[in-house]
């Protein structure tokens, strides 16, 4: 398996402007996670899927902040306008059931 | 909610020593699951060792152990030999097996290892 998928790896934007990012879990796993990682605040949970369904999306920041997951292979971070605040590396990560997570390589975010 | 505490920003260690890592977790469930993950420079997030709750015997993964003490509710990583190539940021992980699967992460210790 090529393991979870994220992309853009590096995304650079405007303030103001929509960003998306990508992943694709391992083929099988039944949960979904996306984490946000920065220097001030560590590994943050913001939402989690298992069977395509949200679980807790608590640790979403505010309504900029959007994800869905349209199928068992595909889910969307989405934020919506962006500030510069959120620049950070955006992490997806799978699992099957209460097993380990399998991250993704993580996508940088700049908004200048 | 539980919660996972590291209590090492940083360690340091010498090329082919020993090291210890701290973790401690706060919980009212009986069963769950514990990680440790590693975080070089290239950011990527890598899985180290996973213990189960419910087995006594403590897991090992070639020169990496733990010493899980359920009662006490600690979750240590030891690292023997080490090697330049350990050097990287150290995540301990809690993962419940009732409570939707959530999942929680300590705030990380930086391992350093010195040539």
């Known amino acids: 398996d090529a393991g979870v998928i994220q992309s853009p790896r590096h995304e650079v934007t405007e303030m103001g402007q929509e960003v998306t990012l990508r992943c694709k879990p391992i083929?099988?796993?039944?949960?979904l996670f996306w984490y946000r990682q920065t220097m001030m605040r560590g590994l943050e949970l913001l939402i989690y899927f298992n069977n395509n369904v949200p679980i807790d999306d608590s640790g979403m920041p505010e309504d900029r902040f959007s994800a869905k997951m349209p199928n068992a292979s595909f889910s969307t971070l989405k934020i919506q306008p962006s500030e510069p605040r959120d620049s950070a590396v955006y992490f997806c990560a799978s699992s099957y059931r209460s097993y380990e997570q399998y991250f993704g390589p993580g996508t940088r975010l700049t908004v200048t | 909610a539980q919660t996972v505490t590291q209590s090492q920003p940083e360690m340091s260690v010498q090329e082919a020593e020993t090291v210890t890592l701290s973790c401690t977790y706060d919980t009212s469930e009986s069963d769950y699951y514990l990680f440790w993950y590693k975080q070089p420079p290239s950011r990527q997030m890598i899985l180290v060792i996973r213990q189960e709750a419910y087995k006594q015997q403590n897991a090992t993964e070639n020169r990496f152990s733990v010493n899980f003490q359920k009662a006490a509710k600690s979750f240590s990583l030891k690292i023997s030999d080490s090697q330049l190539g350990d050097a990287a940021m150290y995540f301990c992980a809690y993962r419940s097996v009732y409570n939707n699967n959530d999942m929680r992460f300590g705030a990380g210790t930086r391992l350093t290892v010195k040539p």
């Open positions: 083929s099988g796993h039944d949960y």
